[in-house]
C-alpha cells in the first residue's frame, strides 16, 4: 500500500447509543503521588487523618508547574501502595478508604454569579490552579497555562473530535452535559473576551450534529458553533484541527495562542464548568470500557481513584479469558500498554481497551515509503528509524523527531508490521542528548 | 509485506499466462528454472544465516536445518519467486546452439539473486533489481547466442514476412538513410513494423516483454491495488514520451518517410519500456523513499533509457538504467537534501534531468555528421 492513509479502522461501533452507566464508589480509592508532568511530590496528610471530598492532600512538584492533590472520597488515608499509572509506569498512589458519607470539604462552595462576572483571565487562572485543573483528553497538560497569554484571542475551539478508534467517552459527553459545555464556553468566551467559539465534531456523527443543530438554537447570539470537521486520523490532534476548523496552518514550535487560538477538549470544558461555578475539583469523569477482549463495553462514570479491575468485572470480564490480552489505556493509537490490570483511573484516564494479543511479526522494511507519505507532522520515519539503529546521534538530530505527536499512524500503515513508533519515541531520547 | 509482494505477483500473471500460451514449453522453462534457482538460493540464504550462533557444543546438521527453517517465512518464498518470474519473462525463449539457454537461465538466475540481493542481507537491504542485474549479466555474457528466428515465431501468431534476424530495437542498427547521421537514419527502418503488431506483440523478442495488453491491465491492477508509487512510473514514462518526441520532431524532419504517430508509437511499444516502468522501476525497495527523489529517480531513469536507445552501442536500454538508477538511489535519499516537500531546488534539480538530455539530444542529432559506411 504505497498511499497515503490516513483512514483507520473506527471499531467505536454502537457504544456511543448506550447511555453512561454509574459505577459504585469503591471502598478504597486511590491517588496518584506523581504524573509525567510532575515527578516530585509532598502530601500533607498522614495515616489516620480523616479527608473530606475536594481536599487538598498534597501538592505535585514539576519542572514548570505545581498541582495541588485533592481527595475524592471522604474518609480517612491508610497509608501507601503501588499500582499502575496511566503511563504504564510503577507510582505510588495514596490509599483512602471511604466511609460513604459524602462529605465535602467546606472551601468547595460554590461562587454566585455576580462573583464570577466579576472576574478577568487571571482570576480564571487562579481558580483553575487552584482546582488543579488539567487537560482531560489525555494531555494532562494544566488549563490554567492556556490562561496566562496576553495575546488576543480571536477563536475558542472546543475539542470534542475524538479519532481514536474505539472510544466514546467525550461523544457521550457531547449528550448529556450539554449545558455544562454551554456554561463552560460562556466562561472561556468571558476569560478570553471573545465571541467566535466553535465546538469541533466529526463530520460523521450526525446524531451530535442533528443534537446540537436543534439545541444551540436557544443560544442563538452568543455566537456558539458546531464545526464538523473531517473523519480523518489524527484530526483531533490540535494543529489538524486548527488547520481544519480555522484555515490556519500553525508551524512547529509555536503556541495556537500566538494565532488567536485557544482549544480544549470537551471534557475540560465540563471541568473549567465545575471548578468555576461550584469551585470543585474533578472527581468524577466518563471512560469507556471497551475493545475486541471485553464482553460487554460499556461507558461509565467513575469516581476518580477507582482500581480498574472492579470496572472490569462491572462489563461482565473478558469475553475469551484463556486468551492472552493486551490492556491500553487512553486510545489503541496513542495509549500506553500496560502490564497488567492493576491500575488506577486517574483525571486524565479517557478509556481502557481490552484485546486480544496477536502476534504480528516484524519483517524487513521494504521501503515502500507508506509511512512517509501518510506522516500528519511531516517527519521521515523510515529515516529516523535507520539513524536510530546506526546510533548516529547527529543525524537523528536533523531529521527532528522532537515533533513527532505519537500519534502511531506510522505503525499502523506499516506494511511489514514495524513499530516504527517505537524507534521515534527511542530518537526523542536519542535528541534530547547533548 | 506478503500482500504487496503477492499483488506484483498476481499483476504479473496475465503477462506469464501469455507467455506460456504463445512461446509453451520454452517459456515454461524458463519460468520454472529461474524460479526454482532463486527460491532455492534464498532458502540456502535463510539456512546460512539463521546458523545456531557457536556455544561451544557440537550442533548436529539436523539441528542447524531445523533452526534454519523454522525463521523461513512466507516472504522468504514471494521475494525470490517475483525476481524469477521476472527474470524468466525478460529472457529469450530459445538461444543458438540450444543448451545455451540453460547455462544462461541458470547463472543469471543466480547472479541477480546472489550478487544482486543476498549479499547485501537479504530482502529490504538490496541495492540491486536481482531481476534486473541477472538479465543483464546474462545480456552481456551470451548476448550473441539469443535467438530470435527459432520455429515459435512461425506460429500463427507471429508474421513472419518481415525479416526476423533480432527484435525490432537490435535490428535497427542495420539501417541508414542517406544524408543523415547514423542515429537518425536507425530510424528509416521503422516503418517495416506495425505499431498494432508492436502493441498486440506480434514481433520477436524477450518472452514477457512483448505482450503489452497484459502488462497494461498488470499496471492497472497494480495502481489500483496502491501495490506501486504512481510518481515513479508517471516521472519515468513522462520523461521517456517528452524525451522521444523531442527526437520524433527532428528524426521526422530528416527522414520525410517517418511519420511522427509512428515514431512514437514504435518507441512506447518496442522492447521492455512497458515492462521495466511497471514491474522493475517500480520497486520499492530499490527506489529512493521521499517522494520527491522518487520523482527524481523516474525522471533520471526515463533519461538514460533514451540516451542509450539512441547512442548507446546497445540496443535494449531499460535494464541499464534501472542498475543505474539504483546506485543512485542512496545518493537521492541522502539526509542533507532527501525531503518530504518539494522545494525550488529540487524542482530545478528535476528540470535539469530532463532538460540537460534533451539538449544533448537535440545538439546530436540536428548536428552530428553522416558516417560513411
Known sequence: MICKSTTIKDSKGLLGRLPTLKADVPEFVFIATDNARCPASEVYVKEGDHVKIGQVIGLRKGPFFEQPIHATVSGTMVGYEKHYHRSGKLVNFIKLQNDFKEEWDPSCSPRSDEEIAKLDRKGFAEILKANSSVGLGGSSFPTYVKFQTEAKIGTILVNAIECEPYITADHRIMLEEMEKIIGGIRYLQQAFDCKNAYICVKAKYTDLRQVYGAFLKRYKDEGIKLKAVGNFYPQGWEIAMIRSATGIKIPSGHLPSEFGIVDFNVSTVVGIYDSVKYNRPVTDRLISITGDGIRYPSNFKVRVGTPIRSLLERCGGYKHPEKDKILILGGPMMGASLPSDDCIVTKTVTSVIVLDAEEHKEEPCIRCGSCLLSCPAGLEPKQIMDAVKAMDKKRVKELKPMRCVECGLCTYVCTSHIHVTDYIRRAKTIAKLP | ?373
Open chain 2, 1 to 373: 509485506m506478503a500482500r504487496m509482494l503477492g499483488d506484483v505477483l498476481i499483476a504479473l500473471a496475465p503477462t506469464v499466462v501469455m507467455a506460456i500460451v504463445v512461446f509453451g514449453l520454452a517459456a515454461f522453462r524458463n519460468l520454472a528454472i529461474s524460479v526454482a534457482v532463486m527460491c532455492l538460493a534464498e532458502f540456502v540464504y535463510v539456512l546460512i544465516r539463521n546458523r545456531i550462533p557457536y556455544d561451544g557444543k557440537k550442533h548436529t546438521f539436523k539441528e542447524q536445518w531445523k533452526a534454519g527453517v523454522s525463521k523461513y517465512t512466507i516472504n522468504n518464498f514471494l521475494a525470490p519467486c517475483l525476481s524469477g518470474v521476472i527474470f524468466a519473462l525478460i529472457m529469450p525463449a530459445s538461444t543458438n546452439p540450444g543448451y545455451v539457454i540453460y547455462v544462461a537461465l541458470i547463472v543469471g538466475a543466480l547472479v541477480g539473486i546472489v550478487i544482486g540481493k543476498l549479499v547485501f542481507g537479504g530482502t529490504g537491504s538490496n541495492i540491486f533489481n536481482p531481476a534486473a542485474l541477472g538479465m543483464v549479466f546474462t545480456k552481456l555474457c551470451f548476448g550473441s547466442k539469443f535467438d530470435y528466428e527459432s520455429n515459435y515465431y512461425e506460429s500463427n501468431y507471429f508474421i513472419t514476412n518481415i525479416a526476423t534476424g533480432g527484435t525490432p530495437l537490435t535490428n535497427l542498427g542495420s539501417y541508414t538513410y542517406p544524408g543523415v547521421s547514423n542515429y537518425v537514419g536507425q530510424f528509416a527502418g521503422i516503418n517495416d513494423y506495425s505499431i498494432l503488431d508492436l502493441f498486440l506483440g506480434r514481433v520477436p523478442g524477450m518472452i514477457g516483454e512483448v505482450f503489452k495488453i497484459t502488462i497494461l491491465v498488470g499496471m492497472i491492477y497494480l495502481l489500483f491495488r496502491h501495490a506501486i508509487d504512481f510518481r515513479v512510473l508517471v516521472s519515468y514514462l513522462g520523461c521517456y514520451a517528452f524525451l522521444m518526441a523531442l527526437a520524433g520532431i527532428i528524426v521526422c524532419n530528416k527522414i520525410p518517410t517517418v511519420s511522427f504517430g509512428q515514431f512514437m508509437g514504435f518507441a512506447m511499444f518496442s522492447g521492455g519500456v512497458l515492462f521495466g516502468a511497471v514491474f522493475m522501476f517500480t520497486d520499492p525497495v530499490t527506489m529512493p523513499i521521499d517522494s520527491p527523489s522518487r520523482v527524481m529517480y523516474g525522471l533520471l531513469g526515463g533519461a538514460l533509457t533514451v540516451i542509450i536507445r539512441i547512442f548507446g552501442a546497445l540496443p535494449e536500454g531499460v535494464a541499464f538504467s534501472i542498475l543505474l538508477c539504483n546506485m543512485m538511489a542512496p545518493v537521492l535519499d541522502y539526509p542533507a537534501w532527501s525531503g518530504r516537500e518539494y522545494t525550488k531546488k529540487k524542482v530545478a534539480v528535476m528540470a535539469s534531468i530532463v532538460l540537460i538530455p534533451a539538449i544533448i539530444l537535440v545538439l546530436a542529432l540536428l548536428f552530428a555528421p553522416e558516417v560513411k559506411a
